[in-house]
């Protein structure tokens, strides 16, 4: 006698899937703290939300590079350098924090595999500088065909219509 063995289905979410994003936009930009500009520093448009998170992090270490760059850098060697006092804000720092944390990496990569945007903010003197992303909406599905009755014969070309004279010199 053999067992019978019962196989449910897997429950089914309250919410309908979302279908994944074709793309993300991801952008860093630079805005005054007035608030009346904005820069757009670098752009890229990621096929995945993985693609996405490193560009995200690769652009954090390049801005943290220009907002501190090396005080030994060849363009910096004439330039009198002063030193800062340790309550000035460093946004470089909280770039290079952020790019190294692999918990926040993460989280970015699950807030964008969920569909949701993702934004990182730092602050400096007079700017702010913000890493964004994106999804882009995708393409709507095809409508489904309607059924061809079955009385009606399907569309054939005869070869009768409209046709374009073919081209080339007239003759009068």
């Known amino acids: 006698m053999r067992q019978a063995v019962l196989m449910l289905a897997p429950p089914t979410s309250a919410r309908p899937p979302m279908p994944p994003p074709v793309a993300f936009r991801c952008e860093a930009t630079a805005h005054?703290?007035?608030g009346t500009r904005e820069v757009l520093l670098a752009t890229y448009?990621?096929?995945?939300p993985r693609l996405a998170t490193r560009w995200l992090r690769a652009q954090a270490y390049r801005?943290?590079?220009l907002l501190s760059p090396d005080p030994e850098a060849v363009f910096l060697q004439d330039t009198s350098l002063v030193t800062t006092q340790p309550d000035v804000p460093r946004p470089d720092g909280e770039l290079r924090a952020w790019a190294d944390n692999d918990q926040a990496y993460e989280h970015a990569l699950r807030a964008l595999a969920t569909g949701r945007a993702?934004?990182?903010?730092v602050t400096?003197?007079?700017a702010r500088?913000?890493?964004r992303v994106y999804p882009l909406p995708t393409r709507r599905p095809a409508l489904p065909q309607a059924p061809v009755p079955s009385g009606c014969p399907p569309h054939s070309s005869t070869g009768k219509g409209r046709h374009?004279?073919?081209r080339g010199r007239r003759t009068p």
């Open 124 to 126: 400096d003197y007079d």
């Open 45 to 48: 448009r990621g096929r995945s």
């Open 118 to 121: 993702f934004v990182f903010t």
């Open 32 to 34: 005054d703290l007035s």
């Open 164 to 166: 374009r004279r073919p």
């Open 63 to 65: 801005l943290a590079r």
């Open 129 to 131: 500088y913000s890493l």
